[in-house]
């Protein structure tokens, strides 16, 4: 633990917008943890999201932090949904060390309609579809693409399944959003938005107490599965689903104060926290480098009032050029 005279389980150890690694190393689990406020509500309020668009992203950015952070090596994390439900796209991506950025794509007519039926679960928001994680080393590397199906069940669940299915890891997580209305330092009415999480995985040295059963190979699939888990982990999972959602947003509970919650009878063990940033990765240059490849036909559909206008679909900013410097620089 980072030298400190504050104590484990202490309010706002890390404060908001800070990863927390942690071990508890006599259950053989690793993890992350994490509480959202000032950056994920940068990110929100920009685009003005209706409020059940708004948790789902803010879930989407609590897993690509958990798990971007965990890269080590200068690159991408990325993770993108692709659905038949209102909410049709979710991007949410972490560039290393510390920038994140988010943006999400739904029919207003039929997120109205879902909204009027009472269906604003995760899962029925997305829909069918598949949910992709991206990991890119740059220009010198293959991107990795591991692709888990939608499949009507929570984003806590999906990214479970695409541990199991890619890393073979036991693992657990838990995602959580919230809107705050509470009054500024003035005594003026303030909506905030809040996320939290945490990941838990299975890490002990004798590699085969991390064996899992197969996932069920669907219609026709017979095979018997009598699986025990490991009891380490099987503590560890049963401690984690103990977690209530209140706790995973709430200012006032704080992520190493969580943990101490969790697992101080095992021992837990909170490292230096790692801050994360509303960062877009978009400039005028690039965007510029993109128009520049554009046909002379293309460049004349795109001008409108004798300009042309791109606007970042993650960070809301609108980039303007001539055309002529365009066409002069083709």
Request: hydrophobic share 35%; glycine share 8%.
């Amino acid at each position: 633990m980072a030298e400190s005279a504050a104590s484990l389980g202490q309010f706002d150890f890390a404060g908001d917008d800070h990863v927390v690694p942690f071990q508890v190393e006599n259950l053989d689990v690793r993890g992350r943890a994490v509480q959202l406020g000032p950056m994920l509500d940068a990110i929100l309020e920009r685009h003005r999201y209706p409020a059940p668009v708004a948790r789902l992203l803010a879930e989407a950015i609590v897993l690509t932090v958990l798990l971007g952070t965990s890269l080590k090596f200068d690159g991408k994390f990325m993770v993108q949904t692709k659905g038949d439900g209102p909410v049709d796209l979710l991007v949410a991506d972490f560039s290393t060390p510390e920038n994140v950025r988010a943006y999400a794509r739904f029919n207003e007519e039929a997120l109205e309609k879902a909204i009027a039926l009472g269906e604003t679960e995760p899962e029925q928001l997305l829909g069918k579809g598949v949910l992709a994680f991206t990991i890119d080393q740059g220009q010198y590397s293959q991107p990795y693409q591991g692709i888990v199906e939608l499949d009507g069940t929570s984003l806590e669940e999906i990214a479970g399944v695409y541990f199991r299915q890619s890393e073979q890891i036991p693992t657990r997580v838990r995602l959580g959003a919230a809107e705050l209305f509470d009054r500024d330092e003035t005594g003026k009415p303030r909506h905030r938005w809040r996320a939290g999480g945490l990941i838990a995985q299975f890490l002990p040295q004798a590699s085969e107490r991390m064996r899992q059963p197969d996932l069920h190979g669907g219609d026709g699939d017979t095979g018997v599965r009598n699986h025990t888990d490991d009891d380490a982990w099987a503590e560890a999972r049963s401690l984690v689903e103990t977690i209530d959602a209140d706790e995973l947003t709430d200012p006032l509970v704080g992520t190493e104060r969580l943990l101490f919650r969790l697992f101080h009878e095992r021992g837990v063990r909170a490292y230096p926290p790692q801050r994360v940033f509303d960062r877009c990765s978009c400039s005028r240059d690039k965007i510029k480098g993109v128009l520049k490849g554009f046909s002379a036909e293309e460049i004349a559909a795109s001008e409108e009032d004798g300009e042309i206008a791109v606007t970042c679909e993650f960070c809301s900013t609108t980039y303007r050029y001539d055309p002529s410097e365009l066409k002069t620089e083709a």
